[in-house]
């Protein structure tokens, strides 16, 4: 969502010509297979990346339908990949600074047997007329599974229009879901994630700054109006909170998620290419918890690393470079021996910023564990 607030906005119409005038550079000096080396400049106490551009996969796979779908929360149940994305559709509400033309209302989930076969929908899973506390815009949710029980966690804004996250529970993966008659009690903001720990605990992460709120809470109360941190102040954090063994409440107060440089300092609000914006996912491999998030403003998914689900996290680099629209929002999963990364563009509609599709992509680590930087603009699809 875009916001007048900063100060350090990027239009995105400026944004794409220097982009696609990077790409055009790259490929004519080096080919689309071949990643140049990150440079940092410092200036004062944030360290600005000097823009590169990531490895083009061999391939990404866009999930067919009739339907615009964006924000993938991917997960593997019953030897299946599911995929509980948000539903874009042409509302007719004008665009603004709080993202009132992302007006979505209903869920739809998607499987698949294997990567680039045949996805099917498997219909309405939840519609927001079937939330009693909801009042406008369910948007981008994550799916659980505990024992036989499957949980749907979605943000909407309630009927005095402040967001917070609901849960629906299902006895199969697909839905339909039936929700909860209340909110959460403690949430707020948007973006649930929820990751499941080696030892069977789950956490909830969430948060999102400018129309996702998060700015309008302080030490998890409301406070009605924006507060934001001056640019050499540290941003604004993810949460992160426990679930409780019916997986329906939190088990303990939210607390911020630390994500730090290399010097283990916070990462600053001015430090518009490395600070939390939205859309925090966790997954763990090789023994490290992965923190993946969206930057907003300057449109890329970064990580960082850490060595326990409430962190603190270390920044490492860019997941996915900027895709064709405004947002960006990912998920990462482990399917049949392979990493995969899930995402969404406005390619099929054009450059729409709010009808967008889900796509996906192998993922790589390097053997240090770290993540190779991914192009997807510059890869063939299928």
């Known amino acids: 969502m875009k916001n007048t607030f900063f100060s350090r906005k990027i239009r995105l119409t400026s944004i794409l010509s220097s982009y696609f005038l990077l790409i055009s550079l790259f490929l004519f000096t080096f080919g689309c297979k071949r990643e140049k080396k990150e440079s940092k400049n410092v200036?004062?106490?944030?360290?600005?990346?000097?823009?590169?551009?990531?490895?083009?996969?061999?391939?990404?796979?866009?999930?067919?339908?009739?339907?615009?779908?964006?924000?993938?929360?991917?997960?593997?149940?019953?030897?299946?990949?599911?995929?509980?994305?948000?539903?874009?559709?042409?509302?007719?509400?004008?665009?603004?600074?709080?993202?009132?033309?992302?007006?979505?209302e209903d869920y739809h989930v998607f499987s698949m047997d294997s990567v680039g076969g045949e996805v099917t929908d498997h219909g309405l899973a939840l519609h927001i007329d079937d939330v009693p506390w909801a009042g406008r815009q369910m948007w981008a949710p994550?799916?659980?599974?505990?024992?036989?029980?499957?949980?749907?966690?979605?943000?909407?804004?309630?009927?005095?229009?402040?967001?917070?996250?609901?849960?629906?529970?299902?006895?199969?993966?697909?839905?339909?879901?039936?929700?909860?008659?209340?909110?959460?009690?403690?949430?707020?903001?948007?973006?649930?994630?929820?990751?499941?720990?080696?030892?069977?605990?789950?956490?909830?992460?969430f948060g999102g700054i400018w129309g996702g709120q998060l700015q309008q809470w302080d030490e998890n109360k409301y406070l009605g109006e924006d507060k934001y941190p001056a640019d050499n102040e540290p941003a604004l954090t993810p949460k992160i909170a426990k679930m409780s063994d019916d997986m329906t409440s939190f088990a303990e107060e939210p607390k911020d998620v630390l994500v730090l440089d290399k010097d283990g300092e916070s990462i600053l609000a001015g430090d518009n290419d490395r600070r939390f914006f939205e859309a925090a996912?966790?997954?763990?491999?090789?023994?490290?918890?992965?923190?993946?998030?969206?930057?907003?403003?300057?449109?890329?998914?970064?990580?960082?690393?850490?060595?326990?689900p409430y962190g603190p996290f270390t920044y490492k680099g860019v997941v996915l470079d900027p895709v064709l629209g405004w947002t960006n929002h990912h998920s990462i999963v482990e399917y049949k021996g392979k990493w995969w990364l899930f995402f969404h563009d406005s390619s099929m509609s054009g450059g729409k910023t709010h009808l967008r599709s889900v796509k996906m992509t192998e993922l790589t680590y390097n053997p240090d564990g770290s993540i190779q930087r991914i192009n997807a603009l510059v890869a063939n699809e299928n």
Request: proline content about 6%; hydrophobic content about 35%.
């Open 142 to 205: 994550d799916a659980a599974k505990k024992g036989d029980e499957y949980f749907l966690y979605f943000p909407v804004k309630d009927k005095e229009d402040v967001f917070h996250i609901g849960v629906a529970k299902s006895s199969v993966p697909e839905g339909p879901f039936k929700a909860m008659e209340e909110p959460i009690e403690g949430s707020f903001s948007m973006d649930p994630a929820v990751f499941e720990d080696m030892d069977g605990s789950y956490y909830m992460y």
């Open 43 to 104: 200036q004062g106490n944030v360290d600005v990346v000097v823009d590169t551009i990531g490895i083009a996969p061999d391939t990404v796979y866009t999930l067919t339908s009739e339907l615009y779908t964006a924000d993938p929360s991917a997960h593997v149940f019953e030897g299946k990949l599911y995929v509980y994305p948000s539903h874009d559709f042409e509302s007719g509400i004008p665009e603004d600074d709080l993202g009132s033309h992302f007006n979505m």
């Open 281 to 308: 996912w966790v997954h763990r491999y090789n023994d490290k918890y992965y923190l993946s998030y969206s930057t907003g403003d300057t449109h890329k998914i970064v990580y960082a690393m850490g060595d326990s």
